[in-house]
């Protein structure tokens, strides 16, 4: 399957910052990257509609994703977007369950259940990120507490939705540190996310792509993806420069 390169870019750059960012990374990359990866840019809500244009403007091979979605079609929630409004800005995929939505702001397995859920029905990918903290690893209770994620997440979802997901395995304790799981426990813990999904709906998992995400960057992203059931990264810091997004991307120079 083709590998994804989605780049997370948080709470970073104002919407001209990240104009000058997608058209970067646009110009350092060349039609045989963009046949071999698909690449994927996730700005701020703030940035989504001057990303969309430019991209088709200049009719670049970049997706847009969103970072953050609420899960009810419309209602009285102040400062929550819709799956309908991110859909309508032609959002290909939409992050759900980012750790640090599930630290920083309660989100929990139920929550993002219906996240996914949402943007699944609005004809958009979902991202559904899941991990353990360096407490649970060291406690010997990684695979168990990312299995449940896994589990709890995607309840109600079916094999018929595989080519519209993506699971993104981004251990909590690599987020931003500047440390990253080395490949084999990234590997290894991308195998039990697969089982845990076959087990769920059968053969039609090994068509599941799961990325690995945390502290991803040029030196380690060939190892990670070097093992069998990575199939792409979610990179945060090191896609906020064209450069260095670039050559994770190009990861197999």
């Not at 910052?17 to 698909?38: C, G, N, P, T």
């Not at 994703?65 to 400062?79: D, E, I, L, M, R």
């Not at 369950?97 to 929550?111: I, K, M, P």
Request: charge should be negative; glycine fraction near 10%; aromatic fraction near 6%.
């Amino acid at each position: 399957m083709k590998p994804l390169m989605m780049g997370n870019w948080k709470m970073n750059a104002t919407h001209l910052e990240a104009i000058q960012m997608v058209q970067k990374l646009h110009y350092r990359l060349d039609s045989d990257d963009f046949d071999r990866v698909e690449v994927v840019v996730a700005p701020p809500f703030t940035s989504l509609r001057s990303i969309q244009t430019i991209i088709e403007a200049d009719r670049m091979r970049i997706g847009l994703a969103a970072q953050n979605v609420h899960w009810s079609p419309a209602g009285a929630f102040t400062g929550e977007v819709s799956a309908a409004m991110l859909a309508k800005l032609n959002v290909s995929s939409v992050i759900v369950g980012h750790s640090e939505r599930r630290a920083q702001f309660a989100e929990d397995d139920e929550v993002v259940n219906k996240k996914a859920k949402a943007v699944l029905a609005s004809g958009m990918t979902a991202v559904v990120c899941v991990g353990e903290t360096l407490d649970e690893r060291e406690s010997g209770r990684a695979e168990d507490v990312v299995v449940g994620q896994v589990r709890a997440s995607l309840r109600g979802l079916s094999s018929d939705d595989i080519p519209h997901l993506v699971v993104a395995y981004e251990p909590v304790w690599a987020i931003g540190t500047g440390r990253s799981a080395g490949p084999d426990d990234a590997g290894g813990m991308a195998t039990v996310i697969r089982q845990s999904c076959t087990s769920m709906w059968g053969a039609g998992a090994a068509q599941l792509r799961i990325l690995y995400g945390g502290s991803v960057n040029p030196g380690n992203v060939a190892g990670i993806m070097a093992k069998r059931d990575v199939n792409g990264a979610l990179v945060g810091g090191a896609s906020l420069d064209p450069d260095t997004f670039a050559s994770v991307v190009r990861y197999w120079v």
